[in-house]
């Protein structure tokens, strides 16, 4: 069952999670060069299988979520992009982001500087303004992280505020709806 809309973009095609995703998933989330700025370390893979899970509750539940991006030319895995909400702990004293849909993006390292990730997230921000429901999205992205805060200003997030996690202040980047009015 896919709750997802299926997006396509000139190189991607971008669909919901499947139970049969599970091996692609594991070998995004157990590379150390994508763990490097997201997770910290590799995620066992009984641990993959539940963020696997946890990305069809977001659409039956907030009708927003995850998308796999696979190349169209060759169906060869990408990665993974989307809108979420986390409910992460080291947020708990920001309640303006609460309800608000985190934007995120992870690719594989062969993915990496071919603008794949601009293109999935391009296509998904433009999904999220069609919905007209959510008047922004934030992103965290950690400071050392050069490649993404570059994606993320391109795609129209602007710094907004630190929040500390680990050893690090991780930026929070927000982006207003284009044509939503603010309450």
Request: proline share 7%; net charge neutral.
């Amino acid at each position: 069952m896919d709750l997802a809309p299926t997006l396509t973009t000139e190189r991607l095609l971008l669909r919901g999670h499947q139970a049969a995703d599970l091996d692609d998933c594991a070998a995004l989330w157990q590379d150390p060069e994508v763990t490097r700025y997201t997770t910290g370390q590799p995620v066992a893979r009984q641990d993959v299988w539940t963020r696997l899970l946890r990305h069809p509750g977001h659409w039956g539940l907030l009708g927003f979520g995850y998308w796999l991006a696979f190349e169209k030319a060759s169906g060869r895995f990408v990665g993974e992009v989307g809108l979420a909400r986390f409910e992460r702990d080291f947020l708990a004293g920001q309640p303006d982001l609460g309800a608000l849909p985190e934007a995120g993006w992870v690719t594989l390292p062969w993915a990496h500087g071919q603008g794949f990730a601009s293109e999935a997230m391009t296509a998904v921000l433009a999904w999220q303004d069609r919905q007209g429901r959510w008047p922004r999205s934030f992103c965290i992205i950690h400071p050392d992280n050069a490649p993404s805060l570059r994606l993320a200003g391109k795609l129209g997030f602007r710094p907004e505020r630190g929040a500390r996690r680990g050893e690090a202040t991780w930026q929070i980047l927000l982006r207003d709806t284009p044509g939503h009015a603010l309450a």
